[in-house]
């Protein structure tokens, strides 16, 4: 079977060299960090059974010795009671941009937590949620004409969901409202950057207007919610975004018995984005996990191998609160639904493992041209995806049984050669002697040079 590289180099396919020249020059490449680092999603409410933010910084030691560097923390403002979903409503309901949910605690406790943050080296993100708000946001009262209207005058609901209603973002002075409300967070808070809901749900025009006015203040980090595929345009404000077709593409080889051959094709699909902006990969996230399953019910006896990848392809990995125990429930969106801890976090030792080789690692820098993705051959390639990363002369090798059975087999390719040590057991291993791996099912191998 003919070799499939991946080359991380600007101008292949889906971005012309003209455009990336502009993405360049809007987001002038992610800053330093940012290409080394990972996302720990912060459900506050079911984090611990106070659900506030004195709480969670109880948990923060525990984070930082598992390699996380940025955490991100599902939207802080107070959620609206007008329309609201269960008891407690849903955070991304919006009743005032520029308060915090008491059920969390108050605006100094979240200003006394990001500063623990600080001191404890993580970078800290917030929920932005600009498409939208809740029905009874100060702005209906206010500012009624903020917001999009149906031809009875009745405001616009967004779409499938009727706990809100969504702002026009024809309105200028509108505009500069939600400019100004970001830059509060910025300048009181002093986070570190913004995890835009629904990102390509807003016009792209706000966001290029958005960033370098808020960057007034200082370099920010922005994830969107979009995926580069559908959206390219958004590319080119965003240093990340989600790889949503690859997450649901994914799910249905699992489930579905797709060809793996699918999924290279995507990979390859996403590679020819180019360099100037970076993805982020996750096997779960709070809208996945209420909604659609666990990382379990979605990948089985896969979800191992496809977080190994999450955490070692071109990008970001983004994890989510319990991930590290592993949690093996759905949490409840609307009501108090603690993550049950135990003492044991099973999980913690394979993804510190994983986030410190990211971190570590110049060969597994996100968004970095420099680095060259070669997926490789193998003699089971309808079930194995194995790839080696490259970045001057440090590289890592990631094999993965993407298959619900063991396998033998062989990787056949010029790409691999040398000695390698594998970051789990530490064993090293010499490829020039031979290429061979005998995999349970579940089973993957990351190895660095």
Known sequence: MKKLILLAVIGLGIVSCTTQKKIRKMTELPKDWKHNTNIYEVNIRQYTQEGTFKAFAKEMPRLKSMGVKTLWFMPVTPIARQNKKGSLGSPYAAADYTSINPEFGTLQDFKDMVNEAHRLGFKVIIDWVANHTGWDHLWTKTHPEFYLKDPDGKFHIASGMDDIIELDYKNQEMRQAMIDAMKFWVQ???????????????????????????????????????????????????????SWKWMHKSADYYKNNEPLQELKDLLRQYSNIGDASMRAWFTTNHDENSWNGTEYEKYGVITKPMAVFSATWNGIPLLYSGQELPNMKRLEFFEKDAIKWTNTYQAADFYKTLLDLKTSNPALRGGDSNVTTYLLNTTANDKILAYVRKNGKDEVLVVLNMSKEPLNFSIEDEHLSGTFRNVFDKTKRDFSNGKDFSFKVSDFAVFEK
């Open 188 to 242: 009181e808070t002093n986070i570190d950057g913004f995890r835009c809901d629904l990102a390509s749900w807003v016009e792209v025009d706000f966001w290029e207007q958005a960033r370098p006015e808020v960057e007034k203040i200082k370099p920010l980090f922005w994830l969107g919610e979009f995926d580069e595929l559908e959206s390219p345009e958004y590319g080119k404000v965003f240093d990340a975004s989600y």
